[in-house]
Nanobody
Framework: QVQLVESGGGLVQPGGSLRLSCAASGSIFSIATMGWYRQAPGKQREVVATITRGGSTNYAESAKGRFTISRDNAKNTVYLQMNSLKPEDTAVYYC???????????????WGQGTQVTVSS
């Protein structure tokens, strides 16, 4: 079974930076879209940024200009560089990937377990 594992979360002061990583493993044939989502306590999960296999990106308005999503297809890994962090960025950040398994024709969606990002003085 496919697994997505996030890393890079932690505590940072306002204005600081963090880089999140998410590595997919398992019987993977290829990965289409990958993305980062976040969920704060009492809030709905929301998209932060997505990236296609070809490198096309989309960002939430709150992330535009501050965050950068990228991927390494050879490593089945997606990254999120977060700069100029604000307290409102505090949330659990989840990795998502649409994956074609080696034994299947259809694409399935997978979620990572999440990594906590806390922005506070």
């Amino acid at each position: 079974q496919v697994q997505l594992v996030e890393s890079g979360g932690g505590l940072v002061q306002p204005g600081g930076s963090l880089r999140l990583s998410c590595a997919a493993s398992g019987s993977i044939f290829s990965i289409a879209t990958m993305g980062w989502y976040r969920q704060a306590p009492g809030k709905q999960r929301e998209v932060v940024a997505t990236i296609t296999r070809g490198g096309s990106t989309n960002y939430a308005e709150s992330a535009k200009g501050r965050f950068t999503i990228s991927r390494d297809n050879a490593k089945n890994t997606v990254y999120l560089q977060m700069n100029s962090l604000k307290p409102e960025d505090t949330a659990v950040y989840y990795c998502y990937a649409d994956i074609l398994l080696q034994s299947l024709v259809t694409v399935r969606g997978y979620w990572g377990q999440g990594t906590q990002v806390t922005v506070s003085s």
